[in-house]
Nanobody, 126 residues
Framework: QVHVVESGGGFLQAGGSLRLSCAASDTFSIYTMAWFRQAPGKEREFVAG????????AYADSVKDRFTISRDESKNTMYLQMNSLKPEDTAVYYCAASPEYRSTSNPQDQSLYYYWGQGTQVTVSS
């Protein structure tokens, strides 16, 4: 069992920046880690993902060029640097980890992620 815990959410104005962190208890069996988000009244959606063993990333079109996903293998921690935030980025952000090899080619497929955090709220005001 892998536990993941998010941190770093907050309230800020549009145009600001925020960095989320996700600490995993163990990454030995993990192929991919990713960020998803769920806005009020909407379904949870893929934001960004990274293969754990190599530096290969994927982004949703809505955040490309504004968000950067990274990882520190020595700390079993993943990050999401969010710049130029918009009110539509307001959501609960979830960290997820997948032990499925298929996740390396389908990082947006939520069904491949077995381990989820509790989420951290990000609120962007206009």
């Amino acid at each position: 069992q892998v536990h993941v815990v998010e941190s770093g959410g907050g309230f800020l104005q549009a145009g600001g920046s925020l960095r989320l962190s996700c600490a995993a208890s163990d990454t030995f069996s993990i192929y991919t880690m990713a960020w998803f988000r769920q806005a009020p009244g909407k379904e949870r959606e893929f934001v960004a993902g990274t293969r754990w063993s190599i530096s290969r990333t994927a982004y949703a079109d809505s955040v490309k060029d504004r968000f950067t996903i990274s990882r520190d293998e020595s700390k079993n921690t993943m990050y999401l640097q969010m710049n130029s935030l918009k009110p539509e980025d307001t959501a609960v952000y979830y960290c997820a980890a997948s032990p499925e090899y298929r996740s390396t080619s389908n990082p947006q497929d939520q069904s491949l992620y077995y381990y989820w955090g509790q989420g951290t709220q990000v609120t962007v005001s206009s």
